[in-house]
Protein backbone atom coordinates (compact mmCIF):
# COMPACT_ATOMS: atom_id res chain seq x y z
CA UNK A 1 0.00 0.00 0.00
CA UNK A 2 1.11 3.10 -0.85
CA UNK A 3 2.64 6.28 1.51
CA UNK A 4 0.32 9.46 0.78
CA UNK A 5 2.05 13.20 1.10
CA UNK A 6 0.50 16.43 1.19
CA UNK A 7 2.50 19.60 0.75
CA UNK A 8 1.12 22.99 1.34
CA UNK A 9 -2.18 22.07 0.44
CA UNK A 10 -4.33 24.91 0.48
CA UNK A 11 -8.44 25.20 -0.46
CA UNK A 12 -10.44 28.47 -0.35
CA UNK A 13 -13.47 29.63 -1.11
CA UNK A 14 -12.79 33.86 -2.19
CA UNK A 15 -11.46 34.59 1.86
CA UNK A 16 -12.72 31.78 3.36
CA UNK A 17 -9.89 28.89 3.70
CA UNK A 18 -11.42 25.42 4.49
CA UNK A 19 -7.74 24.14 4.25
CA UNK A 20 -4.59 26.34 5.20
CA UNK A 21 -0.95 25.20 4.26
CA UNK A 22 -1.45 21.47 4.97
CA UNK A 23 1.32 19.45 5.35
CA UNK A 24 1.38 15.84 6.36
CA UNK A 25 2.59 12.22 5.65
CA UNK A 26 0.20 9.28 6.11
CA UNK A 27 2.53 6.34 6.17
CA UNK A 28 1.86 2.97 4.53
CA UNK A 29 -0.71 1.27 6.17
CA UNK A 30 -1.69 3.82 8.79
CA UNK A 31 -5.07 3.92 10.54
CA UNK A 32 -5.19 8.12 10.35
CA UNK A 33 -8.23 10.00 11.64
CA UNK A 34 -8.58 13.42 10.41
CA UNK A 35 -10.42 14.75 13.73
CA UNK A 36 -11.52 18.29 14.41
CA UNK A 37 -15.13 20.33 15.10
CA UNK A 38 -17.62 20.18 12.84
CA UNK A 39 -16.30 23.14 9.65
CA UNK A 40 -12.85 22.52 10.85
CA UNK A 41 -12.15 20.96 6.58
CA UNK A 42 -11.68 17.31 7.96
CA UNK A 43 -14.05 16.45 5.32
CA UNK A 44 -12.14 18.69 2.55
CA UNK A 45 -9.22 17.68 2.97
CA UNK A 46 -10.09 13.50 2.40
CA UNK A 47 -12.23 14.77 -0.59
CA UNK A 48 -9.04 16.65 -2.13
CA UNK A 49 -6.74 13.14 -1.36
CA UNK A 50 -9.42 10.90 -2.91
CA UNK A 51 -9.50 13.50 -6.27
CA UNK A 52 -13.32 14.77 -5.51
CA UNK A 53 -12.21 18.19 -4.53
CA UNK A 54 -9.92 20.38 -6.15
CA UNK A 55 -7.45 21.75 -3.96
CA UNK A 56 -6.65 25.88 -4.56
CA UNK A 57 -2.65 25.06 -4.09
CA UNK A 58 -0.30 22.17 -2.90
CA UNK A 59 0.91 19.12 -4.03
CA UNK A 60 -0.56 15.70 -3.36
CA UNK A 61 1.36 11.92 -3.63
CA UNK A 62 0.14 8.91 -3.46
CA UNK A 63 2.47 6.14 -3.76
CA UNK A 64 5.09 7.72 -6.64
CA UNK A 65 2.42 8.71 -8.27
CA UNK A 66 1.53 12.92 -8.38
CA UNK A 67 -1.83 12.99 -8.59
CA UNK A 68 -2.45 16.97 -7.93
CA UNK A 69 0.12 20.06 -8.55
CA UNK A 70 -1.18 22.95 -9.19
CA UNK A 71 2.61 24.30 -9.99
CA UNK A 72 2.51 21.72 -12.97
CA UNK A 73 -1.11 21.54 -13.57
CA UNK A 74 -1.46 17.78 -12.37
CA UNK A 75 -4.76 17.14 -11.19
CA UNK A 76 -5.86 13.08 -11.88
CA UNK A 77 -9.65 12.20 -11.31
CA UNK A 78 -10.85 10.16 -8.58
CA UNK A 79 -11.42 7.15 -10.63
CA UNK A 80 -7.72 7.09 -11.89
CA UNK A 81 -6.36 7.17 -8.08
CA UNK A 82 -7.17 3.70 -6.83
CA UNK A 83 -8.87 4.93 -3.80
CA UNK A 84 -12.12 3.47 -2.27
CA UNK A 85 -14.58 5.82 -0.34
CA UNK A 86 -17.18 5.33 2.13
CA UNK A 87 -19.53 7.86 2.92
CA UNK A 88 -21.93 8.44 5.90
CA UNK A 89 -24.64 7.82 3.79
CA UNK A 90 -24.18 4.03 2.84
CA UNK A 91 -25.64 4.90 -0.52
CA UNK A 92 -27.13 1.21 -1.37
CA UNK A 93 -29.14 0.74 -4.33
CA UNK A 94 -32.69 -0.42 -2.94
CA UNK A 95 -33.31 -2.44 -5.79
CA UNK A 96 -30.42 -4.43 -6.13
CA UNK A 97 -29.87 -7.58 -3.42
CA UNK A 98 -26.60 -7.40 -1.26
CA UNK A 99 -24.63 -9.55 -4.17
CA UNK A 100 -25.05 -7.16 -6.72
CA UNK A 101 -24.60 -3.85 -4.47
CA UNK A 102 -20.87 -5.65 -4.14
CA UNK A 103 -20.42 -6.77 -7.41
CA UNK A 104 -22.03 -3.73 -9.59
CA UNK A 105 -18.86 -1.36 -9.40
CA UNK A 106 -16.65 -4.45 -10.48
CA UNK A 107 -19.13 -5.23 -13.92
CA UNK A 108 -18.26 -1.75 -15.28
CA UNK A 109 -14.60 -2.45 -14.22
CA UNK A 110 -12.10 -2.10 -17.65
CA UNK A 111 -8.45 -2.20 -17.57
CA UNK A 112 -5.35 -3.81 -18.46
CA UNK A 113 -5.20 -7.59 -16.43
CA UNK A 114 -3.44 -10.67 -16.61
CA UNK A 115 -4.54 -12.97 -19.22
CA UNK A 116 -6.04 -16.71 -17.41
CA UNK A 117 -6.93 -19.60 -18.83
CA UNK A 118 -9.69 -20.09 -16.43
CA UNK A 119 -11.73 -23.27 -17.60
CA UNK A 120 -7.79 -24.60 -17.05
CA UNK A 121 -7.57 -23.14 -13.36
CA UNK A 122 -10.93 -24.43 -12.21
CA UNK A 123 -10.47 -27.98 -13.42
CA UNK A 124 -7.10 -27.60 -11.74
CA UNK A 125 -9.01 -26.43 -8.58
CA UNK A 126 -11.80 -29.27 -8.84
CA UNK A 127 -9.58 -31.45 -9.24
CA UNK A 128 -7.27 -30.41 -6.18
CA UNK A 129 -10.85 -30.62 -4.47
CA UNK A 130 -11.84 -33.89 -5.59
CA UNK A 131 -8.72 -35.51 -4.07
CA UNK A 132 -9.75 -35.09 -0.58
CA UNK A 133 -13.58 -36.60 -0.80
CA UNK A 134 -13.07 -36.78 3.15
CA UNK A 135 -13.29 -32.95 3.52
CA UNK A 136 -15.76 -32.39 0.82
CA UNK A 137 -18.24 -34.92 2.85
CA UNK A 138 -18.18 -33.46 5.87
CA UNK A 139 -19.01 -29.89 4.37
CA UNK A 140 -21.96 -31.41 2.64
CA UNK A 141 -22.96 -33.64 6.17
CA UNK A 142 -23.48 -30.38 7.67
CA UNK A 143 -25.62 -29.13 5.13
CA UNK A 144 -28.39 -32.28 5.64
CA UNK A 145 -31.95 -30.79 6.89
CA UNK A 146 -33.96 -32.65 9.83
CA UNK A 147 -35.30 -35.34 7.40
CA UNK A 148 -31.46 -36.38 6.04
CA UNK A 149 -31.96 -34.34 3.22
CA UNK A 150 -29.29 -32.22 1.62
CA UNK A 151 -30.04 -28.17 1.11
CA UNK A 152 -28.40 -27.48 -2.21
CA UNK A 153 -28.40 -23.65 -1.74
CA UNK A 154 -26.48 -23.99 1.66
CA UNK A 155 -24.41 -26.69 0.33
CA UNK A 156 -22.86 -24.04 -2.41
CA UNK A 157 -22.62 -21.54 0.27
CA UNK A 158 -20.34 -24.09 2.61
CA UNK A 159 -18.29 -25.39 -0.33
CA UNK A 160 -17.68 -21.56 -1.32
CA UNK A 161 -16.45 -21.13 2.28
CA UNK A 162 -15.03 -23.88 2.53
CA UNK A 163 -12.80 -24.15 -0.20
CA UNK A 164 -12.18 -20.26 -1.34
CA UNK A 165 -14.17 -20.72 -5.05
CA UNK A 166 -16.68 -19.31 -6.40
CA UNK A 167 -20.26 -20.22 -6.61
CA UNK A 168 -19.95 -21.49 -10.45
CA UNK A 169 -17.34 -23.87 -9.42
CA UNK A 170 -19.15 -24.64 -5.95
CA UNK A 171 -21.90 -25.22 -8.47
CA UNK A 172 -19.75 -28.04 -10.29
CA UNK A 173 -17.96 -29.52 -7.38
CA UNK A 174 -21.88 -30.29 -5.75
CA UNK A 175 -22.89 -32.04 -8.85
CA UNK A 176 -20.46 -34.80 -8.16
CA UNK A 177 -22.02 -35.87 -5.62
CA UNK A 178 -18.46 -36.82 -3.63
CA UNK A 179 -21.08 -37.84 -0.30
CA UNK A 180 -22.36 -41.19 -2.74
CA UNK A 181 -18.74 -42.17 -2.34
CA UNK A 182 -18.43 -43.02 -6.11
CA UNK A 183 -14.96 -43.51 -7.71
CA UNK A 184 -14.46 -40.02 -9.01
CA UNK A 185 -10.89 -41.28 -9.95
CA UNK A 186 -11.56 -40.87 -13.58
CA UNK A 187 -13.77 -37.91 -13.66
CA UNK A 188 -9.71 -36.34 -11.72
CA UNK A 189 -7.92 -37.75 -14.27
CA UNK A 190 -10.20 -35.85 -16.80
CA UNK A 191 -9.79 -32.81 -15.15
CA UNK A 192 -5.80 -33.28 -15.17
CA UNK A 193 -5.77 -33.65 -18.28
CA UNK A 194 -7.46 -30.53 -19.30
CA UNK A 195 -5.19 -28.37 -17.12
CA UNK A 196 -1.98 -30.17 -18.30
CA UNK A 197 -3.34 -29.67 -22.06
CA UNK A 198 -3.24 -25.94 -21.73
CA UNK A 199 -0.11 -25.76 -19.63
CA UNK A 200 1.22 -27.17 -23.14
CA UNK A 201 -1.62 -24.98 -25.70
CA UNK A 202 0.75 -22.18 -23.60
CA UNK A 203 3.74 -23.76 -24.13
CA UNK A 204 3.38 -24.16 -27.95
CA UNK A 205 2.25 -20.67 -28.10
CA UNK A 206 5.77 -19.85 -26.81
CA UNK A 207 4.84 -19.02 -22.99
CA UNK A 208 3.93 -21.03 -20.11
CA UNK A 209 1.18 -21.02 -17.22
CA UNK A 210 2.03 -19.93 -14.20
CA UNK A 211 0.34 -21.70 -10.49
CA UNK A 212 -2.27 -18.92 -11.14
CA UNK A 213 -2.81 -20.52 -14.45
CA UNK A 214 -1.59 -16.74 -15.91
CA UNK A 215 0.26 -16.61 -19.43
CA UNK A 216 3.81 -15.79 -18.75
CA UNK A 217 5.61 -15.15 -22.05
CA UNK A 218 10.04 -13.96 -21.25
CA UNK A 219 9.18 -13.57 -17.35
CA UNK A 220 6.19 -11.21 -17.54
CA UNK A 221 2.46 -11.83 -17.13
CA UNK A 222 0.87 -11.22 -20.63
CA UNK A 223 -1.91 -8.51 -19.37
CA UNK A 224 -4.85 -7.25 -22.49
CA UNK A 225 -7.13 -5.18 -21.17
CA UNK A 226 -10.49 -6.29 -20.67
CA UNK A 227 -13.17 -6.68 -18.29
CA UNK A 228 -13.65 -9.03 -15.40
CA UNK A 229 -15.28 -12.11 -15.97
CA UNK A 230 -18.16 -13.35 -13.60
CA UNK A 231 -15.55 -15.87 -12.05
CA UNK A 232 -13.06 -13.25 -11.12
CA UNK A 233 -16.54 -11.03 -9.81
CA UNK A 234 -18.23 -13.41 -7.97
CA UNK A 235 -14.80 -14.89 -6.47
CA UNK A 236 -14.02 -10.84 -5.43
CA UNK A 237 -17.94 -10.78 -3.96
CA UNK A 238 -17.29 -14.24 -1.24
CA UNK A 239 -14.08 -12.65 -0.54
CA UNK A 240 -15.01 -9.51 1.01
CA UNK A 241 -18.13 -11.03 2.13
CA UNK A 242 -16.09 -13.38 4.19
CA UNK A 243 -13.63 -10.54 5.44
CA UNK A 244 -17.27 -8.45 6.63
CA UNK A 245 -19.12 -11.99 7.34
CA UNK A 246 -22.32 -10.81 5.25
CA UNK A 247 -21.81 -14.01 3.03
CA UNK A 248 -25.42 -15.47 4.86
CA UNK A 249 -27.07 -12.46 3.29
CA UNK A 250 -25.78 -12.04 -0.55
CA UNK A 251 -29.90 -12.44 -1.66
CA UNK A 252 -31.31 -10.28 0.54
CA UNK A 253 -32.14 -6.44 -0.20
CA UNK A 254 -31.00 -3.60 2.25
CA UNK A 255 -34.49 -3.05 3.45
CA UNK A 256 -34.29 -6.45 4.56
CA UNK A 257 -30.91 -5.65 6.58
CA UNK A 258 -30.37 -3.59 10.22
CA UNK A 259 -27.66 -0.99 10.07
CA UNK A 260 -25.12 -2.33 11.15
CA UNK A 261 -25.69 -4.95 8.66
CA UNK A 262 -25.95 -2.59 6.21
CA UNK A 263 -22.80 -0.66 6.83
CA UNK A 264 -20.78 -3.86 6.14
CA UNK A 265 -22.30 -3.75 2.48
CA UNK A 266 -20.80 -0.82 1.95
CA UNK A 267 -17.52 -1.76 3.61
CA UNK A 268 -17.43 -4.77 1.25
CA UNK A 269 -18.50 -2.73 -1.64
CA UNK A 270 -15.76 -0.38 -1.18
CA UNK A 271 -13.44 -3.33 -0.53
CA UNK A 272 -14.19 -5.27 -3.49
CA UNK A 273 -12.43 -3.23 -6.10
CA UNK A 274 -8.76 -3.78 -3.85
CA UNK A 275 -8.37 0.09 -3.50
CA UNK A 276 -4.89 0.83 -2.71
CA UNK A 277 -6.38 3.41 0.03
CA UNK A 278 -9.83 3.22 2.11
CA UNK A 279 -11.09 6.59 2.70
CA UNK A 280 -14.29 6.73 5.24
CA UNK A 281 -16.58 9.82 5.82
CA UNK A 282 -18.15 9.29 9.34
CA UNK A 283 -19.39 5.97 8.62
CA UNK A 284 -20.32 5.10 11.84
CA UNK A 285 -22.66 8.01 12.65
CA UNK A 286 -25.83 6.74 12.00
CA UNK A 287 -25.36 3.62 14.44
CA UNK A 288 -26.77 3.35 17.86
CA UNK A 289 -23.93 3.83 20.27
CA UNK A 290 -23.44 -0.05 20.93
CA UNK A 291 -23.65 -0.90 17.22
CA UNK A 292 -21.38 1.93 16.89
CA UNK A 293 -18.71 0.14 19.66
CA UNK A 294 -19.04 -3.03 17.74
CA UNK A 295 -18.21 -2.04 14.32
CA UNK A 296 -15.17 -0.11 15.29
CA UNK A 297 -13.87 -3.56 16.63
CA UNK A 298 -14.67 -4.81 13.30
CA UNK A 299 -12.83 -1.74 11.26
CA UNK A 300 -9.65 -2.46 13.61
CA UNK A 301 -9.93 -6.21 12.61
CA UNK A 302 -10.23 -4.85 8.64
CA UNK A 303 -7.94 -2.74 8.81
CA UNK A 304 -5.06 -5.79 10.14
CA UNK A 305 -6.53 -8.07 7.79
CA UNK A 306 -6.16 -6.00 4.51
CA UNK A 307 -3.19 -4.36 5.38
CA UNK A 308 -4.83 -0.79 3.10
CA UNK A 309 -4.25 2.73 4.52
CA UNK A 310 -7.11 3.78 6.08
CA UNK A 311 -8.29 7.69 6.41
CA UNK A 312 -10.91 7.99 8.54
CA UNK A 313 -13.05 11.46 9.46
CA UNK A 314 -14.39 11.81 12.61
CA UNK A 315 -15.52 14.71 15.39
CA UNK A 316 -16.34 12.31 17.69
CA UNK A 317 -12.56 11.97 19.74
CA UNK A 318 -13.28 8.52 21.17
CA UNK A 319 -13.91 7.00 18.05
CA UNK A 320 -10.37 8.64 17.06
CA UNK A 321 -8.76 7.44 20.05
CA UNK A 322 -9.44 4.08 19.62
CA UNK A 323 -8.88 3.29 15.93
CA UNK A 324 -6.23 5.96 15.26
CA UNK A 325 -2.20 4.76 14.79
CA UNK A 326 -2.43 8.38 14.03
CA UNK A 327 -4.28 11.22 14.81
CA UNK A 328 -4.64 14.40 12.92
CA UNK A 329 -6.12 16.91 14.66
CA UNK A 330 -7.38 20.28 12.65
CA UNK A 331 -9.03 23.61 13.68
CA UNK A 332 -10.37 26.53 11.47
CA UNK A 333 -8.66 24.50 8.30
CA UNK A 334 -5.01 24.60 10.46
CA UNK A 335 -3.35 21.64 11.16
CA UNK A 336 -2.96 21.56 15.24
CA UNK A 337 -1.34 18.17 16.11
CA UNK A 338 -0.40 15.07 14.47
CA UNK A 339 0.74 12.24 16.21
CA UNK A 340 0.08 8.94 18.26
CA UNK A 341 -3.39 8.91 19.94
CA UNK A 342 -1.84 8.70 23.08
CA UNK A 343 0.81 11.13 22.56
CA UNK A 344 -2.01 14.05 21.40
CA UNK A 345 -3.57 12.67 24.91
CA UNK A 346 -0.33 13.18 27.75
CA UNK A 347 1.85 15.70 25.12
CA UNK A 348 -0.94 18.07 23.33
CA UNK A 349 0.86 20.83 21.54
CA UNK A 350 -1.92 23.47 22.63
CA UNK A 351 -5.13 24.42 24.53
CA UNK A 352 -7.20 23.45 22.05
CA UNK A 353 -5.78 19.73 21.51
CA UNK A 354 -5.84 19.31 25.49
CA UNK A 355 -9.50 20.42 25.24
CA UNK A 356 -10.51 19.05 22.69
CA UNK A 357 -9.22 15.22 23.12
CA UNK A 358 -10.25 13.48 26.58
CA UNK A 359 -13.61 12.96 28.28
CA UNK A 360 -14.86 13.92 30.45
CA UNK A 361 -12.96 17.28 29.77
CA UNK A 362 -9.36 18.67 31.07
CA UNK A 363 -9.69 21.40 33.67
CA UNK A 364 -8.16 24.28 32.88
CA UNK A 365 -6.74 26.52 35.96
CA UNK A 366 -5.90 29.83 35.33
CA UNK A 367 -2.35 30.72 36.94
CA UNK A 368 0.05 33.70 37.51
CA UNK A 369 3.93 33.17 38.29
CA UNK A 370 7.54 33.54 37.78
CA UNK A 371 10.11 30.80 36.97
CA UNK A 372 12.45 30.58 40.39
CA UNK A 373 16.12 29.87 40.68
CA UNK A 374 15.77 25.96 41.36
CA UNK A 375 13.66 25.75 37.80
CA UNK A 376 10.63 25.30 39.50
CA UNK A 377 7.84 27.73 38.87
CA UNK A 378 6.03 29.86 41.56
CA UNK A 379 2.23 29.96 41.00
CA UNK A 380 -0.85 32.02 42.50
CA UNK A 381 -4.35 30.42 41.37
CA UNK A 382 -7.90 29.55 42.40
CA UNK A 383 -8.60 32.32 45.39
CA UNK A 384 -4.61 33.52 45.82
CA UNK A 385 -4.28 29.86 46.75
CA UNK A 386 0.46 29.11 46.19
CA UNK A 387 1.72 26.30 44.90
CA UNK A 388 4.70 25.14 43.10
CA UNK A 389 4.93 23.48 39.59
CA UNK A 390 8.12 21.47 38.77
CA UNK A 391 8.99 20.68 35.44
CA UNK A 392 9.30 16.93 34.29
CA UNK A 393 12.15 17.88 32.25
CA UNK A 394 14.67 21.05 32.42
CA UNK A 395 13.16 24.06 31.52
CA UNK A 396 14.26 27.65 30.86
CA UNK A 397 11.27 29.91 30.64
CA UNK A 398 12.82 33.16 29.75
CA UNK A 399 14.48 31.11 26.65
CA UNK A 400 11.28 30.00 26.05
CA UNK A 401 9.25 33.00 25.87
CA UNK A 402 12.24 34.70 23.60
CA UNK A 403 11.68 31.58 21.21
CA UNK A 404 8.16 32.19 21.19
CA UNK A 405 8.34 35.85 20.38
CA UNK A 406 10.90 34.94 17.62
CA UNK A 407 8.94 32.47 15.62
CA UNK A 408 5.81 35.19 16.24
CA UNK A 409 7.80 37.92 14.74
CA UNK A 410 8.99 35.46 11.70
CA UNK A 411 5.38 34.11 10.96
CA UNK A 412 4.65 38.11 11.00
CA UNK A 413 7.35 38.55 8.85
CA UNK A 414 6.19 35.80 5.87
CA UNK A 415 2.83 37.37 5.94
CA UNK A 416 3.81 40.53 5.01
CA UNK A 417 5.72 39.11 2.42
CA UNK A 418 2.62 37.06 1.54
CA UNK A 419 0.65 40.24 1.17
CA UNK A 420 3.04 41.82 -1.49
CA UNK A 421 1.91 38.63 -3.97
CA UNK A 422 -0.69 40.24 -6.04
CA UNK A 423 -2.41 36.94 -6.21
CA UNK A 424 -2.78 36.72 -2.34
CA UNK A 425 -5.68 36.49 -0.47
CA UNK A 426 -5.99 37.47 3.02
CA UNK A 427 -7.87 34.82 5.10
CA UNK A 428 -11.62 35.54 6.30
CA UNK A 429 -11.62 33.55 8.46
CA UNK A 430 -9.06 34.63 11.61
CA UNK A 431 -6.85 32.56 13.11
CA UNK A 432 -7.20 33.21 17.14
CA UNK A 433 -5.95 31.63 20.59
CA UNK A 434 -8.33 29.20 21.38
CA UNK A 435 -10.60 30.06 24.15
CA UNK A 436 -10.69 27.83 27.16
CA UNK A 437 -13.32 27.27 29.14
CA UNK A 438 -13.06 27.83 33.18
CA UNK A 439 -15.98 26.01 35.34
CA UNK A 440 -17.04 28.40 38.16
CA UNK A 441 -20.11 28.24 40.63
CA UNK A 442 -21.77 31.06 39.19
CA UNK A 443 -21.25 31.31 35.52
CA UNK A 444 -19.99 34.65 34.09
CA UNK A 445 -20.75 36.15 31.01
CA UNK A 446 -17.47 37.18 29.77
CA UNK A 447 -18.86 38.02 26.32
CA UNK A 448 -18.85 41.53 27.20
CA UNK A 449 -15.20 42.12 28.86
CA UNK A 450 -12.42 43.34 27.96
CA UNK A 451 -9.73 41.18 26.56
CA UNK A 452 -7.14 41.32 29.42
CA UNK A 453 -3.44 42.53 28.96
CA UNK A 454 -1.34 38.98 29.19
CA UNK A 455 2.40 39.33 30.50
CA UNK A 456 5.05 36.36 30.21
CA UNK A 457 3.43 35.68 34.07
CA UNK A 458 -0.28 34.66 32.93
CA UNK A 459 -0.04 30.91 32.50
CA UNK A 460 -2.84 28.38 32.36
CA UNK A 461 -2.61 24.64 33.93
CA UNK A 462 -3.77 21.76 32.28
CA UNK A 463 -5.25 18.72 34.92
CA UNK A 464 -6.57 15.86 33.66
CA UNK A 465 -9.65 14.19 35.79
CA UNK A 466 -7.59 11.16 36.11
CA UNK A 467 -5.53 13.07 38.14
CA UNK A 468 -7.64 14.68 40.83
CA UNK A 469 -7.54 12.40 43.85
CA UNK A 470 -10.16 12.24 47.14
CA UNK A 471 -7.32 11.89 50.03
CA UNK A 472 -7.80 12.34 53.83
CA UNK A 473 -4.20 13.54 53.58
CA UNK A 474 -5.03 15.96 50.29
CA UNK A 475 -3.61 19.75 50.31
CA UNK A 476 -6.95 21.38 48.83
CA UNK A 477 -10.27 21.51 50.69
CA UNK A 478 -12.76 20.80 48.49
CA UNK A 479 -16.47 20.21 48.46
CA UNK A 480 -18.59 17.26 45.99
CA UNK A 481 -20.56 19.84 44.06
CA UNK A 482 -22.05 16.66 41.63
CA UNK A 483 -21.22 13.05 40.99
CA UNK A 484 -22.20 10.75 38.50
CA UNK A 485 -22.06 6.81 39.31
CA UNK A 486 -21.20 4.62 36.51
CA UNK A 487 -20.71 1.77 38.44
CA UNK A 488 -16.64 0.83 37.69
CA UNK A 489 -16.21 4.22 38.11
CA UNK A 490 -17.93 8.26 38.94
CA UNK A 491 -17.03 11.55 37.52
CA UNK A 492 -17.68 13.58 40.05
CA UNK A 493 -17.58 17.68 40.44
CA UNK A 494 -15.45 19.33 43.41
CA UNK A 495 -15.97 22.88 44.58
CA UNK A 496 -12.77 24.59 45.26
CA UNK A 497 -13.13 28.36 46.42
CA UNK A 498 -15.23 29.41 43.40
CA UNK A 499 -13.79 26.98 40.88
CA UNK A 500 -15.85 23.70 39.75
CA UNK A 501 -12.57 20.71 39.29
CA UNK A 502 -13.79 17.68 37.43
CA UNK A 503 -12.61 14.04 38.78
CA UNK A 504 -12.77 10.85 37.60
CA UNK A 505 -12.58 8.39 41.12
CA UNK A 506 -12.41 4.87 40.36
CA UNK A 507 -14.17 1.91 42.34
CA UNK A 508 -18.25 2.24 43.82
CA UNK A 509 -17.78 4.64 46.22
CA UNK A 510 -20.89 6.54 46.62
CA UNK A 511 -20.42 10.74 47.17
CA UNK A 512 -23.02 12.94 48.80
CA UNK A 513 -23.35 16.16 47.37
CA UNK A 514 -22.35 18.87 49.67
CA UNK A 515 -19.70 16.60 51.47
CA UNK A 516 -16.57 18.20 52.55
CA UNK A 517 -13.14 16.55 50.91
CA UNK A 518 -9.45 17.02 50.66
CA UNK A 519 -8.12 16.43 47.17
CA UNK A 520 -4.57 16.22 45.96
CA UNK A 521 -3.46 16.77 41.99
CA UNK A 522 -1.19 14.33 41.69
CA UNK A 523 0.54 13.77 38.09
CA UNK A 524 4.02 14.33 36.94
CA UNK A 525 1.94 15.38 33.59
CA UNK A 526 0.34 18.24 34.38
CA UNK A 527 0.28 20.57 31.74
CA UNK A 528 1.58 23.99 31.77
CA UNK A 529 0.45 26.21 28.87
CA UNK A 530 1.56 29.79 27.80
CA UNK A 531 -1.87 31.78 28.26
CA UNK A 532 -0.79 34.46 25.41
CA UNK A 533 0.26 31.70 22.59
CA UNK A 534 -1.74 29.19 23.87
CA UNK A 535 1.08 26.76 23.31
CA UNK A 536 1.96 24.02 25.87
CA UNK A 537 5.33 24.82 27.35
CA UNK A 538 5.91 21.30 29.28
CA UNK A 539 4.50 18.99 31.68
CA UNK A 540 5.49 18.23 35.45
CA UNK A 541 4.00 17.95 39.03
CA UNK A 542 1.96 20.40 41.10
CA UNK A 543 2.56 21.03 44.63
CA UNK A 544 0.19 23.08 47.14
CA UNK A 545 1.64 25.09 49.63
CA UNK A 546 0.54 25.16 53.44
CA UNK A 547 -0.30 28.84 53.92
Not at 70 to 75: E, F, Q, V
Amino acid sequence: MPEIRLEHVTKRWGKFYAVDDLSMVIQDNAFVTLLGPSGCGKTTTLRMIAGLETPTSGRITIGDKVVFDSALGINIPASKRKVGFLFQNYALWPNMTVYDNIAFGLSNVKEPMPKVDFEAKNAARLAEILQKPDEVVKVLEECRDKNGKLDEKKAHLKLIDAFTISLFTAKKLFAYHVESGKDLSGEITALQAKAEGARKSAQAGGGELNENFELVKNGQVVTEVRKMTKEEIDLTVRRVSRIVKIGMFMDRYPAELSGGQQQRVAIARTLAPEPSVLFMDEPLSNLDAKLRLEMRYELQRLHLETGSTFVYVTHDQMEAMTLATQICLIDNGVLQQYDAPLTVYHQPSNLFVADFVGNPSINFVEASGEQQEDGSVALTLFRNRRARFRPARPLDLKSWFQARDREAQERAELRRKQAADKNYVEKGNKDEVFRYHIAKVVEEDDSLQEEPVLTNQDLVLGVRPEFLDIEDSGSLDGEIYGAMPTGMESTIKVRVDDFLLTGVVFGSTLFSLGAKVRLNISSDNIMLFDRQSGRCITQGSLEFLQV
